[in-house]
């Protein structure tokens, strides 16, 4: 029987080697962030919880919750008439919203959930498609407890600060949509794309200082897209 040479042998061990080497590099470059640790927020949740101690939330609410673009948001100011409740919490990522959706979401049994985040995982480094899984994930929460409660997904913006990760935002916005598109219960509202101007940029005049959260220009703009798909999917009072 033919038998390479013994240093032939260990060339081919070292190459072998090698390629599971780079193998298990590729892997971990494409493996996903892992998610913060969300007790980082306890804090704000129970301030949220305090506040629910001490009054009586409104049956049937539209809910907005989700990372700081909600937590910033004069939801009230912009509904009036409805029964809006709002459990924004700054810096929060999907799967945060994820952790404490029984605590913050579920109990309130809302006839709509407005829904906003994405925007930090992708700046922390988590892919489109997880971005999409999370959010999956939090419909199927929802739909467990309250398959009759309608979901408004407002995709990530696009915004000076973050502009670079645009592509990677958008891309998650459009997994979102397919979501959507094939499930009644689910309601994707553009308010992304009336933010960019005829230069395809993000509108200078839109956002506050730091060139991410919005100014209430910006908001307002929000509000004349969403307020009548909300009062539309809250039905008659």
């Known amino acids: 029987m033919f038998s390479l040479p013994t240093h032939v042998k260990k060339l081919a061990s070292l190459v072998a080697l090698w390629c599971v080497a780079c193998g298990l590099v590729a ?27 001490q009054n009586s939330w409104p049956r049937d609410a539209v809910l907005f919750v989700g990372s700081s673009t909600i937590r ?34 579920l109990k309130y049994r809302p006839r709509v959930i407005v829904f906003y985040a994405g925007d930090n995982d992708i700046s922390d480094g988590k892919s489109p498609r997880q971005v999409f899984e999370d959010f999956r994930s939090f419909v199927s929460l929802v739909y467990e407890r309250l398959p009759e409660t309608q979901i408004i997904y407002l995709p990530i913006k696009p915004s000076l600060a973050r502009w670079s990760m645009w592509p990677k935002m ?13 499930n009644d219960q689910i309601e994707y509202v553009d308010t992304a794309t009336p933010m ?6 993000p509108r200078k005049g839109l956002f506050i200082d730091d060139g991410l959260h919005m100014n209430e220009t910006g908001y307002q703009g929000w509000v004349k897209i969403l307020a009548p798909v909300v009062r539309d999917a809250a039905g008659p009072d």
Do not use: C, K, Y
């Open 72 to 105: 910033m948001w004069p939801t009230a100011d912009g509904f009036p008439g409805l029964p809006v409740i709002n459990r924004g919490f700054g810096g929060s990522h999907t799967s945060d919203v994820n952790h404490f959706t029984e605590r913050i979401v």
């Open 170 to 182: 958008r891309e998650a916005n459009a997994l979102v949509a397919a979501l959507a598109n094939d």
């Open 27 to 53: 892997h971990a470059q494409d493996a996903e962030p892992a998610d913060p640790d969300p007790a980082r927020f306890d804090g704000e949740i129970r301030v949220f919880e305090a506040w629910d101690r």
């Open 196 to 201: 960019l101007g005829a230069d395809g940029q």
